[in-house]
């Protein structure tokens, strides 16, 4: 995957993650057209940046745990 399509899919992670609307992990990955395994590793980008990240349960998605993240 070339750096420019990285950069694409890491902004529409943060999307999906701010809008909360990701899905689990499974719907996630699918909705970014990527493996599974690629996600986790995604979310490891995010959170060795800073990011707090928590996946709710109860709404079956991701989401920052701090207001300040994800370009709020």
């Known amino acids: 995957m ?3 399509d990285r ?3 890491l902004q ?3 999307d ?3 809008h909360k609307v990701t899905g689990p992990p499974s719907s996630f990955a699918r909705k970014l057209q990527i493996s599974e ?5 995604y979310l490891e980008v995010f959170r060795a940046a800073g990011c ?5 349960k109860f709404k079956e998605t991701y989401e920052y745990l701090a207001e ?4 709020n």
């Open 2 to 4: 070339k750096f420019f």
């Open 7 to 9: 950069i694409e899919k």
């Open 12 to 14: 529409r992670m943060d």
């Open 16 to 18: 999906l993650i701010r």
């Open 37 to 41: 395994r690629t996600l986790f590793n």
């Open 52 to 56: 707090t990240l928590h996946y709710n």
């Open 68 to 71: 300040n993240e994800g370009g």
